[in-house]
C-alpha cells in the first residue's frame, strides 16, 4: 500500500516507511508526542504578539462540536507544547454563545530550527526562523478538566504596597538582512548540513570597516543595577595562509571586547553591565574590523543583539509591552505606570507568562495600577488594553487526503507500518502521484 500527501511545493517525494519503526526503536522522541491519534484538532496561524481571542461562534463554523464536552477540556498546543489558556465562562460546565478561548500568541521563532544545527551551542540565532514567521497553534479537547489555564487574580488593594521602582525591558533585534551559507571549501561546495555560520544575518562588515548598531534603551533608570547583554558575532571569511584571521572590536558605553580568532566561527557573548553607563534613549553599539594582523580577508556579521536593562515605568504612550518584573518586597510587587495610551473606557490586563496569571490593571487618576505575586524570582509578563485583543476570524481542522477531517493521521499505526511507500506531493501534481502509486501497488 502506498500513502500519498499533498504539498504546497511542486516537487513529489517518495520514500519508504521502513525509516518508522527504527526511529520508534532508537529515537527518544520525534517531535509529534503532544498528538493524541483519538482527538480532533484544529489550526490557527499567528504572526505576530498579542493576545488572541477564538470565539464561539468561530468553533461552531469550523465543526467543533461544542456543546458535547467540557469547556475545561479545551487545549491549546505551540510546537508542540501545551499553552496555558483563559476560558471564559468554563467553571459552568457548558460553551455557550458569548463564550471566547483567550491565549498569548507570539510570531514563529528559530526554537525548532535549534534541531538542524545539533544543539543549541550552535545555533546562530534562537530568536528567528529559517524559513517562516508565521507560528501555527493547535486548538483540541481531551478528557481532562485539569488542562492548563491562565487564573484570574483579583487583587486590587493598592495601599499597603510601594511601588517597584523598575521592571527590566528586553531591547532585541534580529538581523535578517543576508543569507550566509556557511564555510566553502576548495570547489566552492558548502556543507550540506546547517553550519553554526550558516543563517540570516546582517549585511556584515569587511577588513578595517566598522558598523554601528543603535539598541533602543528608553527610559533606563541608571541606578537599577545591572543590564544584560547578548550578541552572537559570526566570523564569516577564512584567510587561509594565517591561523588566526580575524580580529574584532566591540564597543559600547564605555566598555571594549577585543577578540582574535579563526576562520568560520560562531561567537557568543553574554554580559552583565552596570546600568549606569547606558543612555537613556539609544545605546550604540560598534563592531569593528581591526586590519593588524596581516589578514587579507576579514569579514564578519552579527546575528542579533539583546540588551535587558531597568527601565522606568514612564511608558511612553504605548498600549502594550512586554516586561520583565522582579518579585516585591511585601508579597506583591506593585506597579505604578504612567504615560499609557490606554482610554478610561477601556480595561487593562498584564499576563504573567510564567505562572499563568491574569492580573486586572486599575487607573487610579493618572497612574494605572496592578499587583503581580510574587514567585521567588523574574517574571515574564505582558501588558496589554483588551480593545488590542486580536480576534481570530477562522480557523480549520488539520486532515488532508486518505484522513478524517480534524485528525492527524498515525503513519505508525499496525494499517501504515504494512505500506511500502509513503508520497509526499503538490497538489498540481497530484495526478501524476496517485498514478505513480497504482503502479507501485502492481508491482
Known sequence: MIWLLKLQHSLIIAFALVVLPFFQAYSQSIGNEWINHTQYYYKLQVVEEGVYRIPYNVMANAGIPLGTFDPRSFQVFRQGVEQAIFVQNEQSGTFLPGDYIEFYGKANDGLLDENLYKGAENHPNPNYSLFNDTATYFITWNNSLNNKRINLETDVDFDPYTPLPYFYFESLQNYKNAYFAGETNLYGVTDPEYVPTEGWFDNGFNLGQSITKNINTPNCVLSGGTARLRFNLIGASNFRTLTLDHHVRVQFSGHTIDTIFEGYQLLKFDLQIPASGFPTETTPIIFSSI??????????????????????????????????VQDGSQGKALLAM?????????????????????????????????????????????????????TISSIRPVGGVGSEPGRFKNYASAQNLNSDFIIIAHSLLFTEAEQYASYRNTM
Open 291 to 324: 586590519n593588524d594582523l596581516g589578514s587579507g580577508a576579514d569579514r564578519n556579521t552579527v546575528s542579533f543583539i539583546s540588551l535587558i536593562y531597568p527601565r522606568s515605568f514612564a511608558l511612553d504612550n504605548i498600549s502594550s509591552l512586554r516586561m520583565i
Open 338 to 390: 504612567n504615560n499609557l495610551n490606554i482610554l478610561d473606557s477601556d480595561i487593562a490586563w498584564i499576563l504573567d507568562l510564567t505562572n499563568n496569571r491574569k492580573i486586572p490593571v486599575v487607573k487610579q487618576n493618572t497612574v494605572f495600577k496592578a499587583l503581580v505575586p510574587n514567585s521567588g524570582g523574574l517574571k515574564n509578563c505582558y501588558l496589554y488594553a483588551e480593545s488590542k485583543v486580536k
